[in-house]
C-alpha cells in the first residue's frame, strides 16, 4: 500500500514512535484501522473502480476483517464519500501549504501545478475522485446527486481564486467567472485523465503547456 | 428510442419511402437491424454504462431476440467498438460538413463547437464515447489499452488541425503542437463531462467562454 507525506495530516501516525509500556487508547486504534482501511479504498477503487471493489476486498487489503469495514463505514456509499472527504482535506492542505502568501494570477497557476501534482504522485488519494466523478458520468441516478454538488463546489473555489486574481488586476477584468470556471476545472480535469490513460504523455513540456496556457487564457493585457 | 439527422449517414433509411410489392433484400434488414440495436445501445450505455447494460436488454429495446444481438456482434466488447466507430464516423461527416472549405483558426473553432453540440445532441450517440471513455478510467486493464489507441488518434486529429492553423498564419507559430493537443482534447472533453454531469451549467455564455478561451490561446498575435 502506498502512502506519501502529504497524508500525514488526515490522522498521525502514531507507530512512528512507538512508546512502550503504553498502551494505544482505543481512539488511537480506531483512527488508525480508518487510515488503513482508506489507504486500501483509495488504492484499489483507482485500479478497479468503485463497482469493481467490494468492501470485503477493503477489509483484506488492509488487514482487516468486513466486519469491521462494515463496523467503520456501513456502507461502501459512506465510504466512497469519506474517501472523497479525505481526498478534498489532502487537496486543500497541499494547495494552501504550495500557495503560501502568493496571490493574484501566480496564485490560480499554483492551485493548478498542485492538482496536477497530487494526480500524479504515488498516492491513489490524489486520483481517486477523477473515478468517482467519471463513474457518476456512466451511472446516471445513483452517484449523480451529490456529484453535482462537489462540482459545483470545486467550481465555485476557482471562480473565488479568479475574482480574486481580477480584483488585484493579474487577471482581465473582463472575465466571465462562472464560465471561466468551468473551463479551468474542464481542462485541469481532461488533462488528468487522459494522463491517468496515457501516462507516456505527461511530459515536462505537457505540463508547461498546460500552465502557459492558463496564463494565456486569463492574464490581464 | 432517439434519432437525428446526423445518423442519416450511418445507414441509408429504407423505410422512409417504402416501395410496395418490393420485398427488402436480407442485407437491407440486416442493416436496418444493425442501426436498430446500435441505436438502442447508444440509449441504455449513456443511461447506465457499459457495465450497466446487457446485450438482452439492447435486444428487448430494439425490439429484437437476445440471439439475434449475439449473432449480429458476438460480444457486448464488440458492440462497443462498433458503437464507438459509428461514433467517430459521426463525428467525421459532422465536422467535416460543418467546416467546409474553412481553414485556420476558424476551422479548429468550428470543430470544437461541433464537438460540444454533439455532446450536448439529443441523440445519445453524440455522448456514447464519453461513458466508454471513463469507464475506462475505472476499469484499468480490460477497456484501457484501446481507448488509449483511440486517445492518441483524436490528439492527432487536433494536432493536424493545430499545425495547418500555424502554416496558414492565424495560430501562433511556437505552439509545442504535442502538448496543445492534449490541452484542447482535455478541455473539450472536461467541460463536456461537467456539462453531462450537471446540464444547468450548459448557457451560450459557457459555450462563447470556452470557443473565445480556445481562440485566446493559439491565435497569432
Known amino acids: 500500500m502506498t502512502t506519501s507525506p502529504l497524508r500525514a495530516h488526515v490522522q498521525p501516525r502514531t507507530t512512528a514512535r512507538p512508546i512502550p509500556q503504553q498502551r494505544r487508547t482505543q481512539a488511537q486504534r480506531r ?5 488503513r482501511l482508506l489507504d ?33 463505514f456501513g456502507s ?5 464519500e469519506r474517501l472523497n472527504t479525505e481526498a478534498v482535506r489532502m487537496f486543500t492542505t497541499a494547495t494552501l501549504a504550495a500557495v503560501g502568501t502568493t496571490r493574484g494570477l501566480a496564485a490560480l497557476r499554483i492551485v493548478a501545478d498542485t492538482y496536477l ?7 491513489p488519494l490524489g486520483r481517486v475522485h477523477l473515478v468517482v466523478w467519471t463513474e457518476a458520468v456512466a451511472r446516471a441516478s445513483e452517484r449523480r446527486s451529490y456529484r453535482v454538488t462537489w462540482d459545483r463546489y ?19 477584468s473582463d472575465v466571465d467567472v462562472d464560465a471561466m470556471s468551468m473551463v479551468v476545472v474542464g481542462l485541469l480535469r481532461g488533462v ?3 494522463l ?4 507516456a504523455g505527461a511530459t515536462a513540456e505537457t505540463r508547461a503547456a498546460v500552465l502557459d496556457h492558463l496564463t494565456r487564457m486569463l492574464a490581464a493585457d
Open 31 to 35: 483512527a488508525e484501522s480508518e487510515r
Open 76 to 80: 461502501k456509499e459512506a465510504l466512497v
Open 40 to 72: 486500501a479504498a483509495a488504492e484499489l477503487i483507482v485500479e478497479r473502480g468503485i463497482e469493481g471493489t467490494s468492501l470485503a476486498e477493503i477489509g483484506r487489503v488492509a488487514g482487516y476483517s468486513h466486519g469491521l469495514v462494515h463496523q467503520r
Open 196 to 199: 491517468m490513460l496515457d501516462p
Open 117 to 123: 501534482d497530487l494526480v500524479q504522485a504515488e498516492d
Open 192 to 194: 488528468a485523465l487522459q
Open 154 to 172: 470545486f467550481r465555485s473555489a476557482f471562480a473565488q481564486l479568479i475574482l480574486d486574481a481580477a480584483a488585484d488586476g493579474t487577471v482581465r
